[in-house]
């Protein structure tokens, strides 16, 4: 060994050439995922007349222009926010708890969600169903995320808490399902005492849905998130340092109490506001991080959150689109697509990789 | 010695753990320490003694019970959890093998109290990076996971981490556990090296003793109990407190060896003389059967060593005859019929 040279080539946090051709590699993808997704749909659009449309040129038919702008653009977007979120957290707790299966829907935070929504919906009183806190407008859907994000807070604060008491990943893990399915059942109770109406629209509810948010709340649900991704950002160093474990990253100037603060925040925003408006979407939280893992083979928080803000856009992208089963009049529910697609995915990238590692 | 300020000075520090809020279960104490630049210390101890708690306790991972940690001056408790970060680095027994890392990140890691707030590394990190692992032996481990390390690599990759964090202090919790003995000597080595060069002070929790013995500059023997014996580890050895903290049944520290000997006798002597190494393996043997070595008196059974030719030899003398054997093992199974 010669002289200590500058270990450029070994760094492995930095943005090589490799990573940023994979980065826009999947861009590119993104966009024309964004595209696609905007094209396909129940009713046929050539693309030539898409494009005019996006780009507020003439178009022959006004039917065409109010699906693609009221319609399929919104729900697009939402697909990109949700992804988006979706992941992020899912990177946050994986590291938080060193778990490889934690993530929002896992541990029981979308439950929580789930319970702060079910609270609003089903409560008796004038704004009792979603359909007349939609007729609210904003403030009702600040209501209800909210509801869903102070719902998704308190359960991440349970777990959290008992996570400092508890090492053990796998006894962790039991706890967040089972505290998942506490969450659960009272949901169920409470919806046992309530109107088959009020049921119903919570039970179509769940099976999640992209293309019901619009307008207002689609401004209300990309502030929430674009304040949860950015927290999610800032907060790259300190997952950083979480990677080593509590004890090394106090060693290392971390302060635990802050760093859980910041985790717990942006989670219940991202979580709670995604499920608030788009029903309790599985899989994506789990699945994306061990994706932008194997693609970019690093730990480093700096690259794996704008890998899995990409890795999760395209995959909801994708998912919504086969939701649409291309020129079929139905719509399938997109929570059980994401998980037909998810699970495999998992399944394929673990195969692969043959290990898992939480962080 | 005198005019300097120790980088580390306890005063009636107490450790131990708080359960509830009255409960307080102390493990050791009160403690008067302090650590010097360019000291290597051996904290040694019996398992349970509390050397972990009490490595935990002077970093500033665990609140102490009682009395105080000073570092460089400043009441540790002062200073603000980045700034304790740039006096002490720490090697833990806490696993991070259960990650995706790769070695050069988790040293980089290091830099972790002096990186912008997005963690970014400047030119100057990456060159205090490059160092550490040079100066941990590590250079070829760059690129690997840390999944895929051995015991002994991955100390080296947490020990160019901490040398990373550039800290006046290191201290490491059992670094020698799980490595074979070469590195476990290596390791020490490296240790005693760097206290000399870099003019760190290092503080080790360690089971070797006979390691310990030879490369530390100062020993704290924390007793079953929580007392601390601090002092020269010659010191130690002589006014026999070696001996009293870790004689258990069955084991013994000999002072003229600085070793414990896990043999009891049977009660049984016999003489010995010769020159070479052939004497001192020859003692071993005669000991591990359970014979009380003496020197050579007439009457009772000896054994003289001699070499000739690069052939040793070793003559028995017993009840007035001599047998002549031409390797220990020959030589042990006629003891062995002799002892019973």
Not at chain 2, 48 to 56: A, D, I, P, V, Y
């Amino acid at each position: 060994m010669g002289a200590a040279t500058p270990l450029s080539g070994h760094d492995t946090t930095r943005w090589s050439r490799r990573r940023i051709l994979h980065l826009t590699g999947l861009s590119l993808l993104l966009l024309i995922a964004f595209l696609m997704d905007i094209t396909l749909g129940s009713v046929r659009i050539p693309f030539r007349q898409v494009f005019r449309i996006l780009f507020s040129m003439h178009t022959d038919d006004l039917t065409w222009k109010y699906i693609v702008e009221q319609i399929r653009i919104p729900k697009a977007c939402t697909a990109v926010l949700a992804g988006c979120g979706l992941s992020v957290s899912g990177l946050q707790m994986q590291t938080l708890f060193r778990n490889p299966l934690a993530g929002p829907d896992v541990l029981g935070i979308t439950s929580g969600a789930s319970l702060g929504v079910v609270t609003i919906m089903l409560s008796e009183g004038s704004i009792a169903a979603l359909y007349t806190i939609k007729e609210l407008g904003i403030s009702g859907s600040w209501l209800i995320i909210g509801a869903a994000c102070v719902g998704a807070a308190g359960i991440m604060l349970l777990v959290v808490t008992i996570s400092g008491r508890i090492r053990n990943n796998v006894m962790m893990l039991i706890i967040g399902v089972m505290i998942g399915m506490i969450t659960q059942s009272v949901i169920s109770l409470w919806q046992y005492f309530s109107s088959p109406e009020l049921v119903k629209d919570y039970l179509l509810w769940t099976f999640g849905s992209l293309g019901g948010v619009s307008g207002s709340q689609l401004y209300i649900l990309a502030v929430v998130v674009v304040i949860g991704v950015v927290i999610c950002f800032l907060s790259s160093k300190l997952l950083d340092a979480l990677l080593l474990g509590e004890n090394y990253a106090r060693s290392m100037g971390l302060t635990t109490q802050r760093a859980r603060v910041i985790i717990i925040c942006s989670t219940s925003l991202l979580a709670g506001g995604i499920t608030a408006f788009c029903g309790p979407i599985g899989f994506i939280g789990v699945a994306v991080p061990h994706m932008a893992r194997a693609l970019f083979n690093t730990s480093s928080h700096r690259i794996l959150m704008p890998a899995c803000c990409l890795i999760g856009t395209l995959l909801m992208l994708f998912c919504d689109m086969i939701a649409q089963l291309p020129a079929s009049q139905t719509v399938l529910p997109i929570n059980v697509v994401t998980s037909l697609i998810g699970a495999p995915v998992l399944i394929w990238v673990i195969l692969r990789k043959n290990n898992l590692r939480a962080t | 010695m005198i005019a300097k300020t120790p980088l580390l000075q306890s005063q009636d520090l107490t450790v131990g753990y708080r359960s509830g809020s009255k409960g307080r279960s102390r493990v050791a104490g009160p403690l008067n320490v302090e650590i010097y630049a360019g000291q290597l210390i051996c904290l040694l101890g019996p398992n349970g003694s509390g050397k972990s708690t009490l490595l935990r306790t002077l970093s500033g991972l665990q609140p102490a019970l009682e009395g105080a940690v000073q570092i460089s001056g400043i009441p540790a408790g002062k200073l603000r959890p980045p700034d304790l970060a740039k006096k002490i680095s720490l090697v833990l027994t806490d696993s991070v093998r259960d990650s995706n890392l790769d070695a050069y990140s988790l040293v980089a890691l290091g830099r972790y109290p002096y990186s912008g707030w997005l963690g970014t590394l400047s030119a100057a990190d990456s060159e205090i990076i490059a160092w550490a692992i040079d100066a941990a032996h590590a250079g070829n481990l760059s690129d690997r996971k840390m999944a895929t390390l051995s015991d002994g690599e991955n100390q080296k990759v947490m020990l160019a981490r901490a040398l990373a964090q550039d800290t006046p202090l290191m201290m490491l919790d059992e670094p020698t556990a799980h490595l074979d003995l070469p590195s476990r000597i290596q390791l020490m080595q490296l240790l005693h090296q760097l206290a000399r060069q870099t003019r760190k002070g290092i503080l080790i929790s360690t089971h070797e003793l006979d390691l310990a013995l030879q490369v530390a500059d100062e020993v704290w023997l924390l007793e079953e109990g929580g007392r601390l014996h601090t002092g020269s580890p010659e010191d130690l050895v002589l006014k026999g407190i070696f001996g009293a903290v870790f004689d258990k049944e069955g084991i013994l520290f000999d002072k003229a060896t600085g070793t414990f000997r896990m043999y009891q006798g049977n009660g049984k002597y016999i003489g010995l003389t010769g020159e070479g190494p052939s004497v001192f393996w020859t003692k071993r043997a005669l000991q591990r059967i359970g014979f009380t070595v003496t020197e050579v008196q007439p009457g009772s059974p000896g054994i003289r060593v001699t070499e000739e030719n690069g052939q040793t030899t070793w003559a028995l003398e017993y009840k007035g005859g001599e047998q002549k054997h031409d390797s220990i093992s020959s030589l042990l199974s006629v003891l062995d019929d002799l002892s019973e």
